[in-house]
């Protein structure tokens, strides 16, 4: 991959009934060239349009791909990647760092009537995760815009140590940072 080439990375951080989404335009080569922010509604469902508020906020012709943390940010506030990548008109990678059966029975506990209906439709549309190897670590991908080949070459691309790819630390530390400027202003 070439150094230049630009991935926005989205991650999430959360206090009380709002999280923090955290944008950050970050090249191969780990140079971080912008951020943007948004929030959505913990339990709720617009986390999806919240990404998307990023992406285009940033307005950035130039970043190729979305990583996002998972797909179930701000308690299963499930993002539907086949709408990120049509919204966004960019190939859309969701990472995961831990082993799961899958979000299913947490949401048949969590949800009922049609808050788990429609959880459930979203989920039931999204690709299957398919695990790489990263550094010697076990990361978790669905891509949707890219082959799977390609979306382990994106991940592997950014992620120069650890399994954790650079765009999402960055915009994890970001959404953190951003989290406590609000809780304390």
């Not at 799977?148 to 120069?160: H, L, M, N, S």
Request: one cysteine or more; hydrophobic letters at 40%.
């Amino acid at each position: 991959m070439k150094s230049g080439a630009r991935t926005l990375g989205v991650a999430e951080s959360y206090r009380g009934d709002t999280s923090t989404l955290a944008g950050a335009v970050v090249r191969a080569d780990r140079a971080v060239e912008a951020f943007a922010f948004s929030t959505c509604t913990v339990g709720g469902s617009d986390a999806t349009d919240a990404v998307a508020d990023i992406v285009a906020e940033l307005d950035r012709p130039d970043v190729q791909r979305l990583l996002v943390a998972g797909i179930a940010p701000a308690w299963y506030n499930l993002l539907d990647l086949h709408r990120l990548h049509e919204a966004t008109d960019r190939a859309v990678v969701s990472v995961s760092f831990e082993a799961s059966p899958g979000l299913e029975p947490a949401l048949r506990r969590e949800f009922d009537g049609e808050a788990l209906d429609c959880r459930l439709d979203i989920y039931g549309r999204q690709p299957p995760r398919r695990e790489v190897t990263v550094n010697g670590e076990q990361v978790w991908v669905r891509t949707v815009g890219l082959d799977d080949e390609e979306a382990a070459d994106v991940v592997r691309a950014f992620t120069p140590e650890g399994g954790r790819p650079e765009p999402l630390r960055v915009a994890r530390l970001a959404a953190r940072a951003a989290d406590h400027f609000r809780a304390d202003s």
